[in-house]
């Protein structure tokens, strides 16, 4: 049998890992994207450029180096809260069923947070980042990240063995 989860790793531990996981499928998506249409690493060029640099016309015929330094800080920062956040709900999910449908509203918050800060700065990028790409990006981040948690708490399956999602608890 597995060690309870507050033995195994440090939640920040854990949490980091989530973070660092997601930031990587999102980023390795991304670069596959750019590497595919001819221009390695043009999407965080341009994301810093525009989200972080405050740029309305970005330059994306060229790498900006500064913006791609600034965005990927930006992106791991973003990540890692989200995967801290995670490491206590899923905790918590083991403790209380009910907690398991905040980790679909996560991930539900997750996406429409992306999708609105894409739409707010569209025209700037708009032929560069369909919305179709970053949600597929999302998704693939959120199954890697399902992936690493539902193998890392056999708590959590068990838990969710006893009292599925949507039905009462056994006594």
């Known amino acids: 049998m597995a060690a309870p989860i507050d033995q195994r790793e440090p ?19 991304f670069l596959a994207r750019d590497i595919a249409a001819g221009h390695p ?8 450029q525009v989200l972080l640099m405050g740029k309305s016309a970005p ?6 180096f500064t913006g791609i330094i600034l965005y990927t800080a930006a992106h791991v920062f973003v990540f890692l809260l989200l995967g801290m956040g995670l490491a206590h709900l899923v905790r918590w999910s083991v403790k209380n069923h009910f907690v398991r449908y905040a980790l679909l509203q996560v991930f539900l918050a997750f996406e429409l947070f992306f999708c609105v800060v894409l739409l707010v700065f569209r025209e700037e990028t708009r032929s560069l980042f ?4 970053v949600l597929i990006a999302n998704t693939l981040a959120a199954i890697a990240i399902g ?3 539902w193998r890392h708490h056999p708590e959590l399956r068990e838990s969710m063995r006893h009292t599925p999602l949507g039905a009462a608890p056994v006594a």
């Open 147 to 149: 992936f690493y948690l």
């Open 41 to 48: 690493l043009r999407t965080p060029s341009v994301l810093g």
């Open 130 to 133: 369909p919305l179709s790409s």
């Open 11 to 29: 939640v920040g531990e854990e949490g980091t890992w989530i973070g660092l996981i997601g930031a990587g499928v999102v980023a390795l998506w």
């Open 59 to 64: 330059d994306v015929d060229r790498l900006d």
